[in-house]
């Protein structure tokens, strides 16, 4: 065991990542989170956490993925140049989670410059055959790494939407050029596994910046003094953002995931892209249960296409929640649409244009 160590070690230092496996006395992985987990949750034995390190600590020396993302995590603020190499190390091994965490950093800006072209390849590497490959640890953009007991799960569980929102951003926000992202596109389908990706050209304005800070302000007011508004104390504020001459509103969707939706009177029902709505299909956001039929679109080119429509079970603007609003698919990549639906549900709405806020008078 200890010169299985040693070796392991050896191949850390070298780069290699996931050198041990198993040895001839077993499966040491399982071993050490056999022996993590006792001490880590307190299973017939006092919860200790130092003890739990230790055996985190070997882990990780040894090789296994599971524990070098945990400490990697933690090295974030003390040691940011060491976790970021840890993460680009498993990132290139194909890790999924690492892959991840590092298509945020980019587009945050977080351990690495701001870069929204690099942040997409790394997001797309980690969507690639995100149901075969599996982690034993959990991903939150939010909440960040965190360790999941028991048998390792598919990547697209394992990770919690964080992917998948990345994308849908890019997507209806058009944040990259389309030459940028047909580049990231290009470098992710020839990526090898075990190789050192190229740096790609950030975009000019780099839109991932705008795209945070905005999820920083969008937050809800107090309802309106009645110094200022005696009309309803119930009133509320919600602050807007302007995404191409048109005001947005984060939106959150039955209570999994926040996007921007366009404010718009004139559309019938609450209307999401179909790229969007079968991604949030994909995962569990909305659910086979929530489609209550279909519509027949016309085409720009005189076709024909039926898509669904269904019920969204809660939608969350600010600090309201209006359950069981209908929502339509439209057939192309575009804007998210919050029409009538939602709106209808109000005594009144309106914007204010100059506090830049939406109005909600239940």
């Not at 006092?46 to 933690?74: C, D, H, K, T, V």
């Not at 996007?259 to 609450?270: I, R, T, Y």
């Amino acid at each position: 065991m200890h010169r299985l160590l040693f070796l392991c070690r050896l191949s850390v230092a070298l780069g290699i990542v996931g050198c041990a496996q198993a040895s001839a006395a077993g499966a040491p992985d399982s071993d050490l989170r056999q022996e993590f987990e006792k001490y880590y949750y307190g299973r017939g034995v006092p919860e200790n956490q130092a003890r739990a390190r230790q055996y985190l600590s070997e882990a990780a020396q040894l090789g296994f993925e599971w524990a070098i993302l945990l400490i990697a995590q933690e090295e974030e603020k003390s040691a940011p140049q060491k976790a970021l190499d840890a993460y680009l190390r498993l990132a290139r091994n194909d890790n999924c989670i690492a892959q991840v965490r590092i298509a945020d950093a980019y587009a945050a800006g977080t351990l690495v410059p701001k870069n929204l072209t690099q942040a997409y390849f790394w997001n797309l590497l980690a969507k690639a055959g995100e149901w075969s490959r599996k982690s034993n640890v959990d991903y939150d953009s939010a909440r960040g790494i965190s360790y999941s007991s028991g048998d390792a799960k598919p990547c697209g569980h394992a990770d919690h939407f964080s992917a998948d929102v990345l994308e849908i951003k890019i997507k209806t926000h058009k944040l990259l050029p389309a030459e940028l992202k047909q580049a990231a596109e290009d470098a992710a389908t020839h990526w090898v596994k075990g190789t050192v990706e190229n740096l790609l050209p950030a975009p000019a304005i780099n839109a991932a910046a705008s795209e945070v800070s905005s999820q920083k302000v969008a937050t809800t007011t107090p309802p309106i003094s009645s110094a200022v508004n005696k009309k309803s104390l119930s009133v509320v504020e919600v602050p807007l953002k302007e995404d191409s001459g048109i005001f947005v509103v984060p939106v959150e969707i039955n209570g999994a995931i926040t996007l921007d939706f366009a404010v718009d009177s004139g559309a019938g029902n609450v209307t999401i892209p179909a790229d969007v709505y079968y991604t949030l299909v994909r995962t569990g956001t909305i659910k086979d249960s929530d489609i209550t039929g279909q519509r027949t679109v016309v085409l720009a080119d005189g076709s024909q296409s039926k898509l669904p429509t269904f019920t969204i079970r809660s939608l969350r603007v600010g600090d309201k929640i209006i359950e069981n609003v209908n929502a339509s698919v439209l057939p192309l990549e575009g804007q998210l649409l919050l029409g009538q639906s939602f709106f209808a549900r109000f005594k009144s709405w309106s914007l204010d244009n100059t506090k830049r806020v939406l109005l909600l008078n239940p």
